[in-house]
């Protein structure tokens, strides 16, 4: 089923787990959204585990779960994730699932839902990543399993990590987001990692995103006031004229943004697990982010290696032949 | 195709009417056990979830209340013997009420507020949600007593039921609207052309899901390449030749 009669861009229904509801989390998200039904449930998996849901239909018509996360916290990444040198690389999952709708997210693949959970227990989180500060520091990617910058409208999450990290110096946090919304803080150890797409890429595959130009200017307002900041251009997504279209947008990257000040660049194409993908299917059955004839290397699917050779070097040489070589990372 | 059910016959009469090729209703019998069942019966017991994907059930019947009044959308199930809870999804706005819902084993006497009783909604969304998508599964409950059932007759209960046709109507439209026809691709022809194994048949359905979605006549495509083949007979090794010139071409 699908049409023009779903609930519009807001939660229309907030799942609250009974005993999440002494968090003040709660209170704090519930006053955002004053017109959304509140429903109490025992355990989130109730609702975010159902069985067969519409994926594709849910990410019109969003849900919120709020719930107590009383198990692990904080997992080592998987050693195919981007760790940028650090050794100790650590993500955490405070939320589930993302606001924007990204044809090609991997979010779409792992979870049977569109609906996203936020936990509520942050000192439980905070507890874990202290205890885990004393075996040694840590870089913890703090938007892994959502956009928590772009779920800084609904609750305060971000600025539960950015304080983390201002009063702890072992513990890096990377906060990544393709949203405009930033209000950042200067610290060597908390990095803001804007993810930048096309305008073609975004209009077709980056559903609910901000324009690049409003990233842009989220990523010069960081820059200004003195913020860690990384630029991620991946996933590159095929598109038809993909030289063209990633020639331009180097062009404008390298006219629009100072990458001297600039703390890295990671440049990938887009892979993801073939079980992801089925789902991905399902969810997006019209894509042509994710209906490419993929390659499967070793439980992945990824792009033919002379067109993910093609897509890299765009994007790569234009970087190191404006003399930021050195700062790119390639996936 | 639209499946109604109701637990008792006075309460489908005022619904008879509504039936159609597109729409059924089936009376299941009181309780969560006949409610399961008559749901599996009415898909039977070949059907997958992919082919009930443009199918929505309905459940319509009275339940009790401690205060509630009117017709309500059900947004949670709880069943009172095994204490799980059932979650309908509501995407759609169908601006009616919604209210939580209790299913137990026999009428409950002294029901509470702001809560529903009924004794099928668990079972009939326990066994739907089994091929079915639970924002396909609509609970619908039109409170007739506090527990006082005795007053209740049939013609009472069809009465009540009657009030809401046009709220049930609007619901039916609603949910119709949202149904897409499933297209019915077939690729035989090409795999039939090109000499497929089982494992071309799957590249040929994602160059052509691939093409689509880029815009492009993927068939034509094909049939390009296999027009502008030298050989006059196409075998295996020729085929997978073509469709791997399909691919460079789609990918280039």
């Keep these: 089923m699908c049409g023009q009669f779903l609930y519009p861009d807001k939660f229309s229904h907030i799942y609250i787990e009974e005993r999440a509801f002494d968090h003040p989390m709660v209170n704090e998200v519930l006053s955002s959204f004053p017109q959304s039904r509140v429903i109490r449930i025992r355990h989130y998996k109730d609702v975010f585990n159902r069985p067969g849901q519409d994926t594709g239909l849910q990410s019109k018509s969003k849900n919120l779960i709020l719930a107590v996360n009383e198990g692990k916290k904080i997992f080592e990444a998987s050693p195919v994730c981007q760790d940028f040198g650090y050794g100790k690389f650590y993500y955490v999952q405070s939320a589930m699932n993302c606001i924007f709708g990204c044809d090609y997210c991997f979010l779409k693949g792992m979870y049977a839902t569109s609906n996203i959970v936020i936990f509520v227990n942050t000192d439980d989180y905070i507890k874990e990543c202290e205890a885990k500060l004393t075996e040694g520091p840590m870089y913890l990617c703090a938007s892994y399993d959502t956009d928590l910058t772009a779920l800084s409208t609904v609750c305060s999450w971000q600025e539960t990590w950015e304080n983390l990290a201002l009063t702890h110096e072992r513990l890096t946090v990377e906060l990544r987001t393709k949203s405009a919304v930033s209000d950042t803080k200067k610290a060597p150890n908390l990095i803001y990692a804007f993810t930048l797409s096309p305008d073609r890429i975004i209009s077709e595959f980056e559903k609910g995103t901000p324009s690049l130009d409003r990233r842009i200017e989220s990523v010069n307002r960081a820059i200004e006031h003195g913020a860690f900041v990384r630029l991620c251009f991946d996933p590159l997504i095929y598109v038809k004229d993909y030289e063209l279209c990633y020639n331009e947008f180097a062009d404008k990257i390298i006219r629009s943004i100072d990458l001297e000040k600039v703390k890295d660049l990671s440049i990938g194409t887009f892979r993801i697990s073939s079980d992801y993908l089925k789902n991905l299917k399902r969810s997006c059955p019209h894509s042509s982010a994710v209906l490419f004839p993929f390659v499967r290397e070793d439980g992945f699917c990824v792009y033919p290696d002379d067109l993910k050779t093609k897509m890299i070097s765009i994007l790569a040489e234009r970087f190191e032949g404006a003399g930021f070589g050195s700062k790119l990372y390639i996936f | ?252």
């Design chain 2, 1 to 252: 195709m639209i499946h109604i059910f109701t637990a008792i016959e006075c309460e489908a009469s005022p619904l008879r009417h509504l039936v159609n090729d597109d729409i059924s209703l089936t009376v299941t019998g009181v309780g969560k056990v006949n409610a399961a069942f008559a749901v599996g019966r009415t898909f039977g017991p070949d059907k997958t979830r992919n082919d009930l994907l443009n199918d929505v059930v309905i459940n319509v019947g009275i339940c009790g209340s401690g205060n509630l009044e009117g017709m309500y959308l059900v947004n949670k199930i709880t069943d009172n013997a095994s204490q799980r809870d059932f979650y309908p999804d509501i995407l759609r706005v169908f601006d009616i009420d919604e209210a939580p819902l209790i299913t137990a084993d026999d009428t409950v006497t002294d029901p509470a507020d702001g809560v529903l009783y009924d004794m099928e909604g668990s079972g009939l969304f326990e066994a739907a949600n089994k091929l079915i998508s639970p924002d396909r599964i609509i609970i619908l409950k039109i409170v007739s007593d506090k527990g006082d059932t005795e007053r209740l007759t049939p013609a009472i209960i069809s009465s009540l039921i009657s009030k809401y046709v046009p709220d049930i109507e609007r619901v039916i439209s609603e949910v119709r609207s949202g149904l897409i026809a499933k297209p019915d691709e077939s690729y035989d022809d090409l795999y039939e052309l090109l000499h497929a194994s089982a494992s071309m048949t799957v590249q040929i359905d994602e160059l052509m899901a691939f093409a689509s979605s880029l815009g492009v006549d993927g068939r034509a495509l094909f049939m390009e390449q296999i027009e502008a083949s030298e050989d006059a007979k196409i075998n295996k090794a020729k085929g997978k030749e073509i469709i791997n010139r399909v691919r460079s071409i789609l990918i280039s």
